[in-house]
């Protein structure tokens, strides 16, 4: 499979902890996306990271990439408790028309 | 409206019987995407248009899934002959169309379908 595979598949951690998720994936990549999705309905785009870009930060979130190992992580610091969601990474392939493939996604419960 | 519009927001059909989603992308978004979730699962990705054609159908799972987009605005999902292995929610992305790379998507809430 292409598909980015997420690990942990679920992750439950304190309000103020640091949480972190990783996704690892087969092919040549364009760039690597993740997304939030609350209550299984629409998802929000979070991040986009180049395949010539290391790292990249929005606000709490910091995203790695390592081509050569063909992963990523995603880190959330201070996390709180509305960061409680499912976390997707999708994955932009080389010649692969325009279109994403995302993976399974790890389950976040962030715990008051 | 300022982001991607999808209904009906729930579907319960009779196996089958015909459905049809529909979707209002962003104005001015070329780039129209479908995909299918099944619970606690990924999207898995059916179809993407670029304007009024179909760019990418393959991941349409057989031939009782169609999808148009005849003005390259407003897309159409048709489901016929609806199986119970067909109940997900189908969400519908549109995008600007980077001419090269695959950029943000932006999500509507989804449909989803039952089939009883």
């Known amino acids: 499979s292409q598909q980015g595979e997420e690990d942990p598949q679920a992750l439950s951690i304190q309000e103020g902890e640091n949480a972190t998720m990783n996704c690892s994936y087969k092919?040549?990549?364009?760039?690597l996306q993740w997304y939030r999705q609350n209550s299984g309905r629409g998802l929000v785009h979070l991040i986009l990271?180049?395949?010539?870009?290391r790292e990249k930060h929005s606000g709490r979130l910091r995203v790695t990439l390592d081509t050569s190992k063909k992963s990523s992580s995603l880190l959330i610091t201070a996390s709180r408790a509305a960061d409680t969601a499912s976390y997707f990474c999708?994955?932009?392939?080389?010649?692969?028309?325009?279109?994403?493939?995302f993976g399974q996604g790890t389950r976040l419960t962030i715990n008051p | 409206g300022a982001g991607v519009s999808q209904t009906p927001s729930n579907k319960v059909t009779e196996k089958g019987k015909y459905v049809e989603l529909r979707c209002d992308p962003i104005s001015g978004h070329t780039a129209l995407y479908w995909y299918r979730q099944s619970l606690g699962q990924g999207p898995e990705f059916l179809i993407y248009f670029q304007g009024t054609g179909a760019a990418d159908d393959s991941g349409l799972p057989n031939d009782r899934f169609f999808a148009v987009r005849p003005e390259g605005s407003v897309s159409t999902l048709k489901i016929q002959r609806t199986e119970r292995g067909d109940s997900a929610v189908y969400l519908c992305?549109?995008?600007?169309?980077?001419?090269?790379?695959?950029?943000?998507?932006?999500f509507g809430e989804g449909s989803r379908l039952t089939v009883l």
């Open positions: 990271i180049r395949s010539n870009e």
């Open positions: 992305a549109s995008s600007l169309f980077p001419g090269g790379n695959t950029g943000e998507l932006f």
């Open positions: 092919t040549s990549i364009n760039n």
């Open positions: 999708a994955i932009d392939i080389i010649q692969g028309a325009q279109k994403l493939v």
